[in-house]
């Protein structure tokens, strides 16, 4: 055998047998198939890290998918596979109704599942160049309800700026096609308290503290001018 072809050989033989000896780092396939076992996944970012400069900061955008939210689908995770049970529910029926989780988990789905479902629509009500105000049916709801958007606005501020500590301030919609705007604690959702969650914003530090650190008022200032209005509206015609 020629010389070169021989070292080919030998080397390709060490990389086969190194695959067999590692698993599944060498296997693709299989490691797919083990990521899609787990339920529950990390949705990407539907735009760039930095697509929404200088408002949202690339460095915080990243951290807060890549590390926050995948952390509270992680531990999702975890839980739910100590209960058969749940399998293929989603994770807006769990949140829905908690008190049929089983008690021994309830904590973990109520707090990294409201983190999952949470985050994975925050990552939908942004955009680069949002902002501005509804319009439609949305619109007209808004002001019959608060009495102009003006008013939504100082109320929607007002809860971002009271939540004590982390948690979320909430557009929503009740069963009875009420809207009202609201606070909730830590990864506590709307969707528990059985109203639609339409539009919210993070006020965790973890979302802002990089570029605002205790300057809340200026992120929520910001955060009106990266709104996604059309996905808010859509939200509210489908509820």
């Known amino acids: 055998m020629d010389p070169l072809n021989r070292r080919q050989a030998l080397h390709?033989?060490?990389l086969m047998g190194a695959a067999v000896t590692v698993g599944t780092c060498f296997n693709p396939g299989r490691v797919v198939a083990a990521e899609a076992a787990a339920p529950f996944t990390l949705p990407p970012l539907p735009y760039a890290f930095d697509a929404l400069e200088p408002l949202l900061d690339a460095q915080t955008m990243q951290i807060h998918h890549d590390k926050h939210h995948a952390a509270y689908v992680t531990n999702l995770n975890k839980a739910v596979a100590t209960q058969p049970a749940l399998a293929g529910q989603s994770i807006e029926a769990l949140l829905k109704n908690l008190s049929a989780v089983?008690?021994?988990?309830?904590?973990?789905?109520?707090?990294?599942?409201?983190?999952?479902?949470?985050?994975?629509?925050?990552?939908?009500?942004?955009?680069?160049?949002?902002?501005?105000?509804?319009?439609?049916?949305?619109?007209?709801?808004?002001?019959?309800?608060?009495?102009?958007?003006?008013?939504?606005?100082?109320?929607?501020?007002?809860?971002?700026?009271?939540?004590?500590?982390?948690?979320?301030?909430?557009?929503?919609?009740?069963?009875?096609?009420?809207?009202?705007?609201?606070?909730?604690?830590?990864?506590?959702?709307?969707?528990?308290?059985?109203?639609?969650?339409?539009?919210?914003?993070?006020?965790?530090?973890h979302a802002y503290y990089l570029k605002y650190q205790n300057r809340r008022a200026d992120y929520v200032a910001a955060f009106y001018h990266v709104i996604n209005w059309d996905v808010v509206s859509e939200r509210f015609q489908k509820a």
């Open 12 to 14: 390709t033989t060490a």
């Open 102 to 205: 089983p008690e021994a988990i309830r904590a973990a789905v109520r707090n990294h599942g409201g983190g999952h479902a949470n985050h994975s629509l925050f990552w939908q009500l942004l955009k680069k160049n949002g902002g501005g105000r509804p319009t439609g049916e949305l619109s007209k709801a808004i002001d019959g309800k608060f009495g102009s958007f003006a008013t939504f606005q100082e109320k929607f501020t007002e809860a971002a700026m009271k939540q004590f500590g982390s948690g979320w301030a909430w557009l929503t919609l009740d069963a009875g096609k009420q809207l009202s705007v609201e606070g909730t604690p830590n990864q506590d959702t709307p969707l528990s308290a059985g109203r639609t969650p339409l539009l919210g914003i993070d006020v965790w530090e």
